[in-house]
């Protein structure tokens, strides 16, 4: 049986504990197994002490998720490359700036057509 899998993208820190909550409220109401994959720009520090990282950690141990946290500067790849890899069936992301929502999720949709996208504000 094909498990059910929702991933919550983050790149804002001041909105990730938000989409990693709802996300968790997500994946409990429809029974699906939760990834959080936080990106953050290639010229971040990696030094996890250094960013808000630490407690984002700590929002996820609480909740029970794993968060996997990625360097790089194009997001559409490396999500895409994420959810291929991942076999994930839905994603939840926070607001997107329009001039790269519309490219973003047609890439998205281009790839993985039966892929459930959900926006929060």
Not at 25 to 40: E, H, P, Y
Not at 48 to 75: A, P, R, S
């Amino acid at each position: 049986m094909k498990e059910n899998i929702i991933l919550v993208c983050i790149t804002d820190m001041v909105d990730g504990e938000k989409l990693i909550k709802e996300g968790r409220r997500m994946a409990d109401k429809g029974k699906l197994k939760l990834k959080i994959l936080n990106i953050q720009n290639s010229k971040q520090s990696k030094n996890i002490k250094d960013t808000k990282l630490e407690y984002l950690f700590g929002v996820c141990k609480f909740l029970d998720v794993d968060m996997q946290v990625y360097w790089g500067n194009n997001f559409s790849d490396i999500v895409i490359n994420y959810i291929s890899r991942n076999k994930i069936n839905q994603l939840l992301l926070g607001k997107i700036p329009k001039s790269e929502q519309d490219n973003f999720l047609s890439k998205v949709k281009k790839t993985f057509p039966s892929i459930q996208v959900f926006i929060t504000e």
